[in-house]
């Protein structure tokens, strides 16, 4: 990332006709070396994505295959109008902020263990990553025996706290139902976010602190005027990816309710709709519609966060 | 990237070279298996999880010319439909036999999925089986499956609970009088619903009872119409909401399957309780005084003196059209739903045979009382198949959605669910 090779403005303009002729060759051997893989990118994402953008326009089920009719653009105003589905994409939203907030905060204070951490460097740095090597099904397994009315910890742990008894059912009610599928999603995905901050923290120039100390700055001051706006692109990436990540949730979903208690989100709809129900037409309408969402929500939070992505890369 | 050291670039073309020369080794035997092995054609059977009755079935079956090989499904209903329709929507010819469970028999005949049984064998099959069971396996005029095995319900009662408050039980019951008889003396009635294929079995059940149907003109697909908002949907919801509002009701009711409930029948507070044939051994070795104490009478009456009509379950066998032995599965099915296959099944599983015939297989009256056979018998007789028809998924999600959970069941729920049925089966309401 930190080697990237740029050439210098000064010496292409030095000697256009040369550089021009080298790089024309460059760039033809380029695109001769990169067309087998992007060849085969159009088949394996491309195509399909074309064939769900055609199949949406359709109302069709796998098993009446005669019955196909086209119905334009029927299916999605369908999905739109439906409650349904604005009802799964709160909780596909719900679970996306909350989610992100927390592991944001969790994740930074991991960041920072990681990154000033002097003694048995490696064992902490490994032991932090390890919820994030589990597989997100064993994981949703673990916290739905862990929140279980019978055979469940939490319920006799935290039996002090108001609102919580012996016999709390927290998958009867939707609520705590979604209390549960956030509390599996952070922990499984807060050390994702605490490396992604970490390579951030690890970007800002100690001379800098250094600077900052020496003119009497308070650690809150170096904090908030010093590391967080130095790392901005590394956070706008970590909330970025986990933000995407999360609005695609559907294993803890699928393991700890089935979407049951109004817990479905975006992603499990179009589950439902395609696998379960065989309704391709349908399905396909939702996915492009989980599709352009993603879409929206990457350009607003590159929009929010104000940061040149070029910049972010390290090209700038 | 770092010049490749020679030493490892050696290892690692050595390793390649081993890995390819093994590959190229099993594919060898691989080939030598297919083309040398010309003993016997291998059908491949999919089949529901079971004790062990199809693979005995499937064993016997077996002949010089062919061999049935099992493979199994998942547990749940509705994985093994999405498992088996997305398989034979592409064409898969790996399946030959499969077992079907009825909601989705239509379906799969509907989409052409399912090779046409010759005529002679329809005949014997329809001949031998209960009407209930060739009922469930028609469509559009057609027999589509051969019926294997055959399962209803009964109300089941503690003797001693029964004996305590002086009920007859000899005679026919309602589900009035069973939820006040519980409820009133500290029992429970224990039914399934929890939002599952079971719940849509009991409001099915209901509505037949009371003489009503769920769909009428089933052929027409998605424009089939609607009848759940009937007098006979009321008296449906009217029982549902009349047991969740009393104290008859199991505390975990709305989550509530044929486990649980066989769980709170074993219990100090169990009563009454709907559930499948299987139900009977269940309490055998794990609590044998209530096994002792398990008395049996006719699904109860929805309305009063109208006849109970039982809900029916089973499985039956089709054969694959994308099959390459279609022939030799046909007579691999002949064998398979034989009377004397369907006693053998029976006495592994507790699934009841499909035909009068096989219920006079020898081991099954060791292990069931002869009242209780024959009251299995008319059972599957006068049993209420679920409509069937190919939308039966779509059908019974929306009465789920609609239905569940069973305390917010009222007056107005069958309008409710109609209105919202015929809208997702024309495509105008998420499902």
Redesign the interface.
């Known amino acids: 990332m930190t080697t990237t090779v740029t050439a210098k403005p000064g010496a292409k303009s030095a000697e256009p006709a040369r550089s021009s002729d080298r790089s024309v060759a460059e760039n033809r051997l380029g695109l001769k070396l990169v067309a087998p893989a992007v060849i085969l990118m159009l088949i394996v994402t491309a195509w399909p994505m074309l064939q769900a953008l055609y199949l949406s326009l359709f ?1 069709y089920r ?4 005669d ?1 196909r009719d086209f ?1 334009g653009l ?2 999605y105003v ?2 739109l109008s ?1 409650s ?2 604005w009802q799964d994409l709160w909780n596909t939203v719900v679970i996306m902020v909350v989610s992100v907030a927390v592991e944001l905060v969790i994740g930074f204070a991991f960041a920072m263990v990681m990154h000033r951490i002097i003694f048995a460097r490696g064992v902490i740095r490994t032991s932090i990553l390890i919820p994030y090597g589990i597989i997100t099904v064993v994981s949703a397994f673990a916290w739905q025996f862990a929140f279980s009315l019978n055979n469940g910890f939490v319920n006799s742990w935290f039996s002090w706290l108001p609102g919580i008894s012996e016999d709390l059912n927290w998958f ?1 009610a939707h609520w705590p139902a979604m209390f549960a599928i956030i509390v599996s999603e952070i922990w499984k995905t807060t050390p994702f976010m605490a490396l992604l901050l970490l390579a951030g923290l690890s970007q800002v120039s100690e001379d800098m602190l250094e600077a900052a100390k020496v003119d009497g700055a308070t650690w809150w001051q170096r904090l908030w005027k010093v590391i967080l706006p130095n790392m901005r692109a590394a956070i706008m990436v970590a909330v970025l990816f986990r933000a995407l990540d999360a609005f695609r949730i559907f294993d803890n979903i699928y393991v700890m309710t089935k979407g ?1 208690e109004g817990t479905e989100s975006s992603s499990f ?1 179009t589950y ?2 395609v ?4 309704q391709l037409g ?1 399905g396909s309408a939702l996915s492009v519609l989980l599709f352009l969402s993603v879409l929206v929500l990457a350009f607003g939070i590159v929009k929010l966060f104000k940061v040149d992505l070029a910049q972010a890369r390290g090209e700038g | 990237m770092a010049p490749p050291s020679s030493r490892a670039e050696k290892v690692r073309v050595r390793r390649k070279q081993l890995a390819v020369g093994a590959v190229a080794a099993m594919m060898s035997t691989a080939l030598v298996a297919c083309g040398g092995g010309s003993d016997s054609t291998v059908l491949t059977w999919y089949i529901n999880p079971d004790a062990g009755g199809q693979d005995a079935v499937a064993e016997k079956c077996s002949t010089d010319e062919y061999t049935i090989d099992t493979q199994v499904l998942p547990q749940d209903a509705s994985q093994q439909r999405i498992q088996l329709a997305r398989r034979l929507a592409a064409g898969d010819t790996g399946i030959d036999l499969m077992s079907l469970d009825p909601p989705y028999t239509a379906e799969f005949a509907n989409a052409g999925y399912l090779a046409s049984i010759p005529q002679d064998l329809a005949t014997k099959l329809e001949e031998q089986s209960f009407d209930g069971a060739t009922e469930a396996a028609t469509w559009d005029g057609e027999l589509v499956a051969a019926p294997f095995w055959s399962n209803t319900q009964v109300l089941w009662y503690r003797k001693s609970f029964v004996d305590k408050i002086g009920l007859d039980m000899s005679q026919p019951v309602t589900w009035d009088e069973v939820i006040e008889a519980a409820a009133d003396n500290g029992g429970t009635v224990a039914v399934q619903a929890n939002k599952y294929e079971g719940y849509s079995v009991w409001i099915n059940a209901l509505i037949s009872g009371a003489g009503g149907n769920i769909v009428e003109d089933a052929e027409k697909g998605v424009d089939a119409e609607i009848t759940i908002d009937s007098p006979a949907g009321e008296e449906a919801a009217q029982v549902i909401e009349q047991l969740a509002g009393s104290n008859a009701a199991p505390s975990d009711l709305s989550v509530s399957n044929e486990g649980t409930a066989g769980t709170t029948f074993g219990s100090d507070e169990g009563a009454f309780m709907v559930n499948w044939t299987y139900i009977f051994h269940n309490y055998d070795e794990t609590a044998p005084d209530v096994a002792k104490d398990i008395g049996y009478a006719r699904y109860p009456q929805t309305v009063e003196g109208e006849e109970s009509r039982p809900p029916y379950g089973g499985i039956g066998l089709g054969v694959s059209k994308y099959s390459a032995n279609v022939d030799q599965a046909m007579e691999a099915v002949e064998c398979l739903t034989s009377p004397e296959s369907q006693g053998i099944n029976a006495e592994l599983t507790g699934n009841m045979p499909a035909s009068p015939a096989g219920y006079d297989y020898p081991a099954i009256g060791e292990a069931y009382p002869a009242d209780l056979l024959e009251l299995f018998q008319e059972s599957v007789d006068s049993a209420a198949p679920r409509s069937v028809t190919p939308y039966w998924s779509d059908i019974s999600s929306g009465i789920l959605s609609t239905w569940h959970s069973p305390t917010g069941v009222s007056g107005s729920t069958p309008k409710e669910s109609a209105t919202f049925i015929q809208s997702v089966l024309q495509g105008d309401a998420l499902l």
């Open positions: 109302r796998l098993t009446t295959p019955e119905v029927g299916n369908t999905a439906d349904l589905f009867g049951a709809l439902r709709q696998i379960e129900q065989f349908m």
